[in-house]
């Protein structure tokens, strides 16, 4: 079989993309474009050794581990580390489940267009046998997203203080994985707060907005929501400090002992910084 070098780059970028673009919505990360491109491209260049002579099972391994180590960096950062770690785990496991259903189908319909060496896939098919493929891998490693997803905290209570344009503005809010609601194109967890509650610090540039659809209870709708510049969450004496995260005001008050709803998988986003210092809502030791 001839392979273009050309071709396995583009190939395998566009596998790669995609696989990212799944890890962050798993993860409930909002996505920065130019970090999963140039992520993406990282390691559709480690796919060239393929033209390379064959170097054994383990050489390919620990290639891969490397590519894979890169890839994250790039596209989620190496710090926090434990962040990093689960990123890490993250493409792993959609690598996986991307590579495994490829080749199943690849093997099962056109064993004799695609070629396998060195660790690197070339596949000779046409545009849409490669998009219908890649779109079936996707859907699999959505499958994923919801097995992970569901093993996530109880409810419980947070303080959660939120910076914008100058302003604060402090309250509680529960951890509900009732509460599943995602910023449609980054796929960055939406917290839905009181309306009276963050009526203050919403920012008056229209740009910021994002719509977010909803189902609830009542019938489906649409929610304008903001991604604020800093949002931090206390509980127990510990502080987290979140950026990728959007917050909407909700169609009804919330009322009662809190007056925000979030996703558990938010937590996901940071770490816990154990040093006593200033809380959003009262949690801290004394």
Known sequence: MAVYADVLVIINYAVNLVVLLACAKILGR??????LSAAALFGALGALVIFLPFYGFWSQMIWKCLLSVGMAGIAFGF????????ALFIIFCAGWV????????????????V?????AIYFDVSIVSLLLGITGAYAAVLLLERLLGGRT??????????YENGKTVAFKALADTGNSLKEPFSGAPVMVCDPKTI???????????????CV??????????????????????????????????????????????????????GVWDKREGRTAYGFAKK
Not at 30 to 35: D, E, I, L, V
Request: with cysteine; aromatic share 16%; proline share 7%.
């Open 98 to 113: 991307f590579a495994g259903f490829l080749l199943m189908c690849a093997f099962f319909w056109m064993p004799e267009k």
């Open 216 to 269: 609830t209870v009542s019938g489906e709708g649409v929610l304008d929501g903001f991604c604020p510049e800093r949002l931090v969450l206390d509980r127990d004496g510990k502080t987290m400090e979140i950026q990728d995260v959007y917050i909407a005001a909700g169609k009804y008050p919330i009322e009662g002992e809190y007056q925000a709803v979030f996703h558990p998988q938010m937590l996901s986003l």
């Open 199 to 213: 009526s203050g610090i919403r920012p008056a540039d229209a740009h910021r907005f994002r719509l977010i659809p």
């Open 153 to 162: 905290p109880e409810k419980a209570f947070y303080g959660v203080t939120v």
């Open 30 to 35: 909002a996505k920065k474009r130019w970090r």
């Open 79 to 86: 710090r926090p580390y434990r962040r990093f770690l689960k």
């Open 115 to 119: 070629l396998f060496y060195n660790g």
